[in-house]
């Protein structure tokens, strides 16, 4: 069988070629800020953790910011959309996000603990119901499969943040 070449794998081996006004170029699912352990710019985590464990850090929403620490020392950061599509239920983001944990876990080996950002006050009703609806899914997650999760008050963070 022969291999059609398809318009947008053309456009990956040649960026010069302009894409047609109307093609969108979706962005990945999540984004790697960080991916070598730089020592400097790391704080020292606290000696409890220093083992090979994978410990996961989420700021939860719509996009979904998250670091992960693998048992490598080895630390990876990005975010991740859980918008909902033009013809998704209600709960879909929710399945998307149960797989997006999934596959996480896959990926980088059992994780032994995770921390979220435990925001008290939303300024609009849809965020705190989106909210809700992460939480919940992230801890009956975690509960199956018995990880131990914690949220962290986002005042904590800043004061962590700046040194105040």
């Known amino acids: 069988m022969k291999h059609v070449v ?4 053309i456009w990956v081996q040649n960026p010069e070629i302009p894409r047609a006004a109307n093609h969108k170029r979706r962005k990945p699912m999540a984004d790697q800020t960080m991916t070598k352990p730089n020592q400097d710019a790391i704080q020292k985590v ?4 220093t083992g090979q464990r994978t410990l996961l850090a989420l700021d939860l929403g719509t996009t979904t910011g998250w670091a992960l620490h693998g048992a490598d020392g080895l630390i990876t950061s990005g975010t991740a959309s859980f918008r909902n599509g033009r013809f998704d239920g209600g709960g879909m983001r929710y399945l998307r996000f149960t ?8 990926l980088s ?5 995770i921390w ?6 939303h300024v609009g009703t849809d965020a705190a119901h989106v909210y809700g609806g992460l939480m919940a899914t992230l801890t009956a997650w975690a509960e199956l499969r018995s990880v131990p999760y914690q949220g962290v008050p986002v005042g904590t963070i800043k004061r962590h943040a700046t040194g105040k």
């Open 6 to 9: 398809l318009p947008s794998e």
């Open 46 to 49: 606290p000696p409890a953790f």
């Open 99 to 106: 797989n997006w944990l999934g596959e996480l876990e896959r």
């Open 109 to 113: 080996g059992p994780i032994a603990a």
């Open 116 to 121: 979220f950002e435990e925001v008290r006050r």
